[in-house]
């Protein structure tokens, strides 16, 4: 009505002559007429050079802010004209340019509410709230402060229907907003509905509702109770028979009648005896070998259990070579071959049962007189099996070991576990039988718990490094050092290297203890560089790490970001286990600027293709010939050669274990590079080692002074 009444307006001719002719009296007497015959609140004219006509009580400023919400486009929407809102037009006045706008505009206060709450046909209330210029909320009476919870509301609710707590109760609300004349001015229009109002046609239903539930709640007892009277005994009974089923008990019920009861008793009975045949297939799958059905070790187990412990013996029977038997004759022939091994022992020992331990062992029991008994035993029936198998048009040479032990042993590993570990025991001293050593297998659980602590010593600093000089023959100095680790243990004491390396690198802690070592070794060459001693520092390497690149990738990022000299020593025995993969990291190591230094050379399998294609820089001769070498003349020839070789290769000589000044002596004479050995010093924590380093600059200083005299 509002866009009506302005368009008409703004297209009279009459009026546009006003307008174009600035005619004040023409255009207020047009909107005076105009703005009654509608019942409008507002209406004037806005010029185009921004002055208001028909609208006295606006100020400059109001009418600039008006003239430039008009000028950017904006047609319709709510404007507030000092502290209150309207409903606005705007049509502009085209004579025949633009030469203003004629504005009409209803205000939006309680009576304009209540007629827009009378459209609806539900009980609305109705209010509009609106915040000029991002300032605080205005309610639709300029007197009127907003309810915070109606603010709260229009902040959050966003779109849809929400509740709303009112002094009324609770209300449905909907908060939607309205097209506002400005920018920076916002303006939502917010409609209740009482929830009680809503509810009020619902009352008589929930009251019918609750008057059929009572009733239907009536009929149920009395159905129920006459129903239980027909089905309570029969239900008691298959409830009991339930329990002894689930007590793994059998269980049967004797349907009473012909109905459902009877045949739910019918059923229960089905259900019981299949139970019954599923749980015996079970238990005997349980203790079968699948492949072989042969007893299992679950069933071994159960007839020890069964068997009294006296004199009870546990042999466990390995086919030496099964790996490659089955790869030659396939899974099903080797299967094949177990059968007839359990076979022969059944012949030769009928009284006893045979089941399959693992994929390659059979285990049995019998009882014997002592240790020597058993083992003669063993040896017969070890003697009975190691015969050729046919099978089909194929005869299978087979080799077997055997391990024993005894039942009533107080080693706290199970005696079917013994068993097998005396039968690695047997193969591992090369012995067709062997009883199981305590002693030899040792504690695997104070091995783990040594790991365990090893890495809390690592963490607590009770691991430390230990720094060997090693001494450059030729210009009589010390040129480098060795970082070795060395363990304290509070309640162990001295911890071998030997011990808990080796175990670090079977239970994969290696690389946790490698990284460790690499660090605190870059950590305390750089206090060497800082007290005036730049030294390569050389460190071992497992050959476990020669097996994993992004370890190399870890150990070359960390040496370059401490700007380190390291050499890091590896044996051929590492690279002999997987060559192309440790070699390959060896050259990558290298091109990183990492020295790479052979150790223990001559110790292992030591070969010669190999030494060509590891691209080495130093080669260490291991101590075991060269503390000899002056009293050992194949030693000796022994080391000249391997110095002669390894120079002819371009690789420093590093000798070890240097114990006298004569064996200093031979290895200088045969033009050996580096000497290392408690005759140079022992292995020294680094502050000691920065002392040994300035006393011995200190002993260099002399002799180069002395020698200048002399030459003097």
Sequence with gaps: ????????????????????????????????????????????????????????????????????????????????????PYQAVAEPVMAPHLTGWVVFADRLDRTEMKSLEQLASISLNATVLSRPGGGAWRSTDPGEKPDPRLVGFVEDAGTGVRPLDTDQGQALALAHPLKVMGETSLAVLVLRYPLQLALAPYYRLTLVLALVALAGLGVLIAGSWLLARSITRPVSALDLAAGRLRDGEDAHVEPATRDEIGRLAESFNAMASGIRDREGRIAAMALTDQETQLPNRRALEASIARSGPEGLFIVAFGVDRFLQLRAAVGYRLAATVLQRLAGRLGELAPDVICARLSSDRLVMMFRAGGPNEALLRTSRLLKGLSRPVRIQDLIIEVGLTAGLALVDDPHPAPPVERASIALDQARAAHSPVALFDADAYGDPG?????????????????????????????????????????????????VSPGMFVTLAEETGLIRVLTRWTLERALIDQKGFRKSGHDLPVSVNLSGRMLGESDFADEAIAMIQRAEGRICL?????????????AL????????????????????????????????????????????????????????????????SLGLRIVAEGVETAEALAILTGMGCDLAQGYFIARPMPASQLLVFLDEAEDRAKGRDEASRKAAG
């Excluded at 600035?22 to 010029?47: G, Y």
């Design 1 to 84: 009505q509002l866009s009506e009444g302005a368009g008409l307006l703004s297209r009279d001719s009459g009026f546009r002559e006003a307008v174009a002719s600035s005619d004040a009296l023409t255009i207020e007497s047009s909107l005076r007429t105009l703005q009654a015959r509608l019942k409008l609140d507002r209406a004037f004219l806005v010029s185009i050079d921004g002055a208001i006509i028909g609208a006295p009580d606006l100020s400059e400023t109001e009418a600039a802010a008006l003239w430039s919400v008009l000028d950017s486009g904006a047609g319709d929407g709510v404007l507030r004209l000092g502290v209150v």
């Design 446 to 494: 104070s091995r783990l718990l040594l790991m365990s602590e090893m890495l809390e010593a690592l963490e607590s600093g009770a691991i430390t490094l230990a720094y060997q000089p090693k001494h450059d023959t030729r210009a009589g100095r010390i040129s480098g050092v060795e970082a070795l680790i060395r363990w304290n243990h509070p309640v162990r004491g001295f």
């Design 569 to 581: 020593e590896i044996t051929e025995a590492a690279v002999i286990e997987n060559p192309e993969k």
């Design 584 to 647: 390959g990291i060896i050259d990558r190591l290298r091109q990183a600027g990492i020295a790479i230094s052979i150790d223990d050379y001559g110790s292992g399998p030591s070969s010669l293709a190999y030494l060509k294609r590891i691209h080495a820089d130093e080669l260490k001769i291991d101590k075991a010939f060269v503390m000899s070498l002056d009293r050992n003349g194949r030693d000796a020839l022994l080391v000249k050669s391997t110095i002669d070789l390894g120079h």
